[in-house]
């Protein structure tokens, strides 16, 4: 009976869809299994991954986009143009995560926004579909025929979407009130990280953490973990159960260590020196 009421409130990331986007054609990475990408260097594998910043941080737009989502490659910055013609290269470009939490299912989709070409506001909205994405995908997929549905586009994405009682947001505020929601809140249906307190600090909290598992200059198997752990605050319904970590001590923490790491590596570039006198 305890396993039962456990499983269900889990929150699990089960699949990551890309459409024209991110230089795929049509990809499904399944996130709740074991997963391996192969690929030549500079291919977009580790960009497929960081595109999860895109599903999971508050955001509409592209403008300040290191900020906002820190992505980088070993060249360094990428800026808002780059990064929005990378992710969202024609009007017929998706990104599509399901997820499931205790209401259900769920499928969100990341489309750009119609205005972006004219106004330059780099823009992006998205869909929120209360079924899994295997009801979805024949609005961009053709399984029998193995190639784009034929009538894909973003006017057939917000038809489906209003046909099934989703929803179409375009205010960060929003966002951060259904992807943060407290458990039983009445924005909890498309929740996606129940943060204890989904007010800003927490919010900018949680980026910090999570970005950290993709900076080009940090070890990701050391800070992996405490990403994760923002991710999955779950399985519990009350009050004194809820996980009540501090994001900005962690993140604040890894700092310090970074900075004892680089004093420890720089003694020991240097030992010989040192050994001289």
Request: proline residues 3%; glycine residues 4%.
């Amino acid at each position: 009976m305890i396993n039962d009421s456990l499983s269900l409130l889990q929150f699990t990331l089960k699949r990551l869809v890309f459409v024209n986007a991110a230089k795929h054609a049509y990809s499904e990475l399944l996130l709740d299994q074991h997963l391996a990408m192969f690929g030549r260097n500079n291919n977009g594998k580790t960009a497929s991954l960081a595109a999860t910043k895109l599903l999971l941080f508050p955001e509409v737009n592209f403008r300040y986009c290191f900020q906002k989502f820190g992505f980088e490659g070993k060249d360094g910055q990428y800026d808002t143009e780059q990064s929005f013609r990378f992710y969202f290269p024609t009007l017929k470009s998706y990104i599509a995560l399901e997820v499931e939490n205790p209401s259900g299912t769920f499928t969100m989709v990341l489309f750009r926004a119609p205005s972006s070409e004219k106004s330059q506001n780099y823009a992006y909205h998205r869909a929120f579909i209360p079924l899994p994405y295997q009801e979805v995908r024949h609005l961009f997929w053709n399984e029998f025929e193995q190639d784009f549905a034929e009538n894909l586009s973003t006017e057939s994405l917000l038809k489906f979407t209003q046909k099934q009682r989703g929803l179409i947001i375009q205010e960060a505020a929003k966002l951060r009130q259904m992807i943060f929601a407290r458990l039983g809140s009445p924005d909890a249906q498309y929740c996606i990280i129940p943060l204890k307190n989904n007010n800003a600090d927490s919010i900018n909290a949680f980026r910090k953490v999570y970005n950290l598992a993709f900076s080009m200059s940090s070890n990701v198997s050391d800070v992996l973990s405490s990403a994760i752990a923002a991710l999955i605050e779950m399985q519990r319904g009350r009050e004194e159960e809820k996980l009540d970590h501090d994001l900005e001590e962690t993140y604040q923490k890894y700092l310090q260590l970074n900075q004892q790491s680089q004093t420890l590596k720089l003694k020991q570039n240097n030992l010989e020196r040192f050994n001289l006198f």
